[in-house]
């Protein structure tokens, strides 16, 4: 063997060690590491780039497209120079080993968009024999993996009947929040306010907001409220009969925040109601309404509360304090 395989054998077993290390996800101490093997000699990029193509071409993981790019330059080094050529290859390899997705892992099995209009409720059941029951007006995307499995909701509310899989661990995503299960039954709620879980059996880990430590576990009965721009978590005791009662074209509350109802409220009407009075967010308030006729609701509540309601010209409300 002569000496450029001999090298060229050593460079090739590098690349096998930071592909494995890529594959469970670097430190920034490797990534580091990793930038400077890069850097260090145009070499390294291409055997990288071709370690990757291999394992792509056994349908092992998803073929990265951003590959070509990075192998681009070097052939167009007859015009460009080779500290350019060399910069853009460690460039674009770079930023895609460093792109938060399940890039090296496995396709997922079954990947769904799902969504309901402003008067539609829809049920789907997954292949892994999870139902989900969607809301009017929700936005969902499912992916399920070999695994994991993941539902992000992008808007709206969503009931969730998980299979359980002990093997799969199943994550909903609402923005920051992450709501991690096996197998329950529970509902997530994502609006510009707040972030609502319930549970109605089983138990659920919530991460109200990522990058904090802040972990919250739930049993049946029990819920929570999330203020995104307050950053206030609720936590709340629940009856069977109000856990996602939307399904039964109920919203059921009891000892409820006036400020939580109506966040959840709005989520029927045209447009938002607003409480002038932030001292009224924590008024209580229980009993029931039809998400189909929710001013009705509206023009009961002077009756309930001391406030008055304002009807606005946009269709928007605003509740007042007497």
């Keep these: 063997m002569n000496m450029h395989s001999l090298n060229q054998t050593v460079i090739d077993e590098q690349a096998a060690v930071w592909f494995s290390r890529c594959c469970r996800g670097l430190s920034s101490d490797e990534q580091a ?3 400077a093997w890069l850097t260090a000699d145009i070499s ?4 990288l780039a071709d370690m990757q193509r291999v394992w792509a071409d056994f349908d092992l993981m998803p073929r990265p497209v951003l590959l070509p790019g990075a192998v681009l330059p070097m052939r167009r080094v007859r015009r460009w120079t080779p500290g350019r050529a060399l910069a853009a290859s460690v460039v674009l390899l ?9 890039w090296f892992g496995a396709l997922p099995v079954q990947e769904l968009s799902l969504s ?13 024999g999870t139902r989900i029951d969607l809301n009017v007006g929700s936005r969902l995307q499912v992916r399920l993996y070999p695994d994991h499995r993941e539902a992000e909701l992008l808007d709206g509310e969503a009931f969730f009947a998980v299979a359980p899989d002990v093997a799969r661990p199943f994550e909903v995503i609402a923005g920051q929040s992450r709501v991690r299960v096996v197998g329950t039954r529970f509902s997530v709620r994502r609006s510009r306010e707040h972030l609502a879980v319930a549970v109605e059996s089983g138990r659920v880990m919530v991460q109200p907001q990522l990058g904090s430590a802040q972990q919250v576990m739930l049993g049946a009965g029990e819920g929570l409220a999330f203020g995104h721009r307050s950053k206030h978590l609720q936590q709340l005791r629940l009856g069977h009969e109000e856990i996602a009662s939307w399904r039964r074209g109920l919203l059921v509350f ?3 925040p ?3 109802l109506l966040d959840e409220l709005s989520h029927y009407r045209a447009a938002p109601v607003r409480l002038v ?4 967010a924590e008024k209580r308030i229980s009993g029931s309404l039809n998400i189909n006729d929710p001013d009705a609701f509206l023009a009961a509540l002077p009756h309930l509360l001391p406030v008055r309601v304002e009807h ?10 007497q």
Excluded: F, K, M, Y
């Design 254 to 256: 009891r000892d409820r």
């Design 312 to 321: 606005q010209g946009d269709d928007g409300v605003l509740i007042h304090a």
């Design 94 to 102: 770079c930023s895609v080993l460093a792109t938060p997705q399940n």
């Design 44 to 47: 390294h990029v291409r055997a």
């Design 258 to 260: 006036l400020g939580l």
């Design 33 to 35: 590491q990793l930038d």
């Design 116 to 128: 309901s209009e402003a008067n539609e409720q829809r049920q789907v059941e997954l292949a892994d």
């Design 277 to 280: 009075n932030t001292s009224l």
